[in-house]
């Protein structure tokens, strides 16, 4: 369930934000939070609303290209990255797998919300309604969409759609801006740990 948020799953404008284009409008408030962290409680739900699972946990982000989640419960998890490299770790398994973050964050319009790259970008159609932002991506195959919301200058919601219809909503509390110390996004495997290095040699 984690991976479709990181694998399967932030510029101000000349013109008033009402006047915007979606798109523009987004990177405006994103340009806002360079670097945050929060708590965030977590449902996934099927498409007729049948819960499958609920965890909590906290999530950090800061441009560019660096985050952590950390899922607390039902079932610890950790995915991070360091601006270079992704990685998943389980430590109920004991097991780390490390991907190269152009081949992790290409996957979900949620690596936008750490990303300065215009490439990506153009990657997805973006509407508006009110406070929220939707992401649909342009070839729409593990992920079908996302949404970010707002509260103000703080990142109140997120919600992932993946093709299965499975949808995961994080709802965000104690949020708060940066600047995060660099040894947030840093991770080293405890002993014992198995890596799988998936990164290209």
Avoid at 64 to 90: C, M, T
Wanted: charged share 20%; with cysteine.
């Amino acid at each position: 369930m984690i991976n479709r948020w990181i694998l399967s799953m932030a510029v101000a404008v000349a013109a008033p934000m009402a006047m915007a284009a979606p798109q523009q409008a987004l990177k405006a408030k994103l340009a806002t939070v360079p670097a945050f962290e929060a708590e965030f409680s977590q449902v996934v739900t099927e498409s007729d609303g049948t819960v499958l699972q609920e965890g909590q946990g906290t999530l950090a982000m800061a441009v560019p290209n660096r985050f952590a989640w950390h899922q607390n419960s039902p079932e610890e998890s950790v995915i991070l990255s360091d601006g270079k490299d992704v990685y998943l770790y389980d430590p109920m398994l004991e097991q780390v797998s490390i991907y190269a973050l152009t081949d992790a964050t290409g996957q979900t319009p949620l690596s936008l919300l750490s990303s300065d790259d215009e490439e990506a970008w153009e990657a997805y159609q973006i509407t508006q309604q009110g406070e929220c932002f939707t992401l649909t991506p342009n070839e729409a195959e593990t992920i079908q969409s996302m949404a970010i919301c707002f509260d103000g200058d703080a990142i109140e919601k997120l919600s992932l759609v993946d093709g299965q219809q499975v949808t995961t909503t994080m709802d965000l509390s104690q949020f708060r801006n940066g600047p995060l110390d660099d040894g947030r996004f840093h991770f080293a495997p405890p002993e014992g740990t198995l890596v799988d290095d998936q990164r290209n040699p």
